[in-house]
C-alpha cells in the first residue's frame, strides 16, 4: 500500500469538508462527447461493444455537512470500442434536464445490458432508468409494467436459464420486508417473493447459486435518530441487532429460508457464490467489522474492508468464517462464465481508507486454491477502480480475460480506460485510452457487447 510520504505528495484538487465533494468524488459538469480516443498500447480487436460506469454526479447540494456519497443523481460515462479503436466516450446524466429540475432521482449505482436494452439502476428505490445506445435516457424501464415495487443496482445473472435474480428493499415502501424477485429473459418479472425482515436492513447485494438465493441480512438499518438530523441517507450501523444470511431455496416460499447467524459485520459486495459437494454453500465477500458507526457521509472512514470466505451449511445453520486478505479491497469481480459455479480466481481494486487523493490502488488478482495474490501497480498517484472481467472469445482457462479497469491519475486529475490481461497481470496495461475527462470515483459498470445489444 501507499506509504505515508506518498499519500502526502498527491494533490487534492477540489479540496471540500466534506471528502466525498473533494477531489476525484467531486461532480463533472458537462455532458461530454468524443471520437477516436488516444490510445497507447494495442486494443484487443474481439473487444466490440461499450464499456459502462455510473456513479453519482450531484449538481448541487443543498448542505454539504449532511450530504452522503451513495446520494446524487446518477451519471453514465461510456467508451465504445471496436476494430481495435475506441471510437467515443459519452457521459450522459441517467436522467434528462427537465426530469431532474423536478426533482427525480436519477439511477446512481450501476449500469449493463439485458434483454436487449441497457439499464441505469439503484439499491433501494426506484426500477431501472432505460438508456438508449448513445447514453440518453428513455424513463423508467417497469419490465412492460410487470414489476410492482422497487429493483436493485446488484441483480445476479443466471447464464443457465436466462434470468435475472434480485433482492430488492426501499425505505419507507418496504418496511418490514424486501422483496425477491426474478426477470425472465424476455425483461418480464415471472417471481415475486416478500422475505419478513425487521427494521428495514440496508441490502446492498445478494447471491445466487444453482439452489439458493443468499440474503444478507445485516445490522445497518434505518435509524430515525439519524433522519431527524436530516440526513437524507438514513441508515446506522445498529449495535443492538443480529447479523444473519438466509438461504432460501430457488423454488422456495418465504417460509423455507434458512437463517444463519453470521459475527456482526456488513457485506457491500459478494464475488461468487457455489453450491459444494458437502451440501455447503461457499461465497467469498468483502466484508467490513462495521460500517457507519459515526461517519454520516460515506462507508470508508472506519472500518476497511477484507477478503474473506464464508461456508454456510444449511444442515447446522453455522457460518464457517476464513479471512483471505488483510489487504483493504472492494468491487470484487469474477469471471461471468463461472457465475453460480466454483471459481478460483476473483479480481478486486485495493482500497486506501487513509487517502484523500485517490480512494484506488492497484488491481489485485486471488487465487483461491493456493492463496497467491498477483497485482498490477499502476504507478505514481494512479489507481484503478472495479476490474470488469470480460471472457475472451476463444478462452478456455477461468481467467482467460480481459480487465476493463477505469483508472484516475491523482497528479494529472485526469482518467484512462486501462485494458489488463486477466490471466498475466505482470504483462502490464495492454492498453491506455485516454478519457476527455475525468470519471469521479462512483461505484458499478459492466461491458455490454454489441451482440447483446445491437447499436442504433
Known sequence: MTDTAETAALPLRRPHDNQYLAGNYAAVESEVTAH????VGEIPVELEGRWLRNGP????????????????????????????????YKNRFVLNAADRAAGLFGSNTNVG??????????????PPVELDYELNSLGINRFHDTLDGPFTAHPKYDVSTGELHSVNYHWPDLIDHVNYTVVGGDGRVTKNVAIPVADMPMMHDMSLTEKYVVVYDLPVTVNMDVLVAGYAFPFKWNNDRAARVGLLP???AADDIIWCDVDPCYVFHPLNAYDAADGTVVVDLCRYDNLMVDDRQGPFAEAPPTLDRWVIDPSTRRVSETRISDRPQEFPRH??????????????????PGQVANLHGSTLK?????GAVDEHDYGHGRGGAEPVFVPKIDGT???????????????????????????????????RISLPQRVPFGFHGNWVPDSSVAPS
Open 250 to 252: 430457488r423454488n422456495g
Open 57 to 88: 454526479n450531484p449538481e448541487s447540494v443543498d448542505d454539504p455537512a449532511l450530504h452522503h456519497w451513495f446520494l446524487g443523481t446518477g451519471m453514465v460515462h461510456g467508451v465504445r470500442l471496436r476494430g481495435g479503436k475506441a471510437e467515443w
Open 397 to 431: 482457462n477461468e481467467d482467460d480475460g480481459w480487465l476493463l479497469t477505469v483508472v484516475y491519475d491523482a497528479t494529472t486529475d485526469g482518467s484512462e480506460l486501462c485494458v489488463l490481461d486477466a490471466a498475466d497481470l505482470g504483462r502490464g496495461e495492454v492498453a
Open 113 to 126: 445490458g439485458f434483454a436487449g436494452t441497457t439499464w441505469a439502476m439503484v439499491e433501494g428505490g426506484q
Open 366 to 370: 486471488t487465487d483461491f486454491s493456493t
Open 36 to 39: 477516436d480516443l488516444p490510445v
Open 335 to 352: 469471471n461471468p462464465r463461472f457465475g453460480l459455479k466454483e471459481h478460483r480466481y476473483g479480481y478486486t481494486s485495493e482500497i486506501k
